[in-house]
């Protein structure tokens, strides 16, 4: 699945409705920790639609500052 931040396909289903109803998924990208909810609106979902400013596409992650060091 992939990633509608950083567009990798490190995306996975991490939580689903617990009433099997399939009303609500959660997602968490592996890469970049970005979790979104299958409810939300296009406009976070969908990355032609989001603000390119949250975008990640074009980032090396891995030149990112850590913000809390490694255990």
């Known amino acids: 699945m992939k990633c509608v931040r950083c567009i990798s396909g490190d995306a996975e289903v ?6 099997g ?3 609500w998924e959660i997602y968490r990208c592996t890469r970049c ?3 979104w909810r299958s409810s939300e609106p296009e406009t976070i979902t969908d990355p032609a639609m989001r603000d390119p400013f949250f975008q990640l596409e074009k980032t090396d992650l891995d030149s990112l500052p850590s ?4 255990p």
């Open 67 to 70: 913000p809390l060091p490694p």
């Open 14 to 19: 991490v939580a689903k409705a617990p009433d």
């Open 33 to 35: 920790n970005y979790g």
């Open 21 to 23: 109803s399939g009303a």
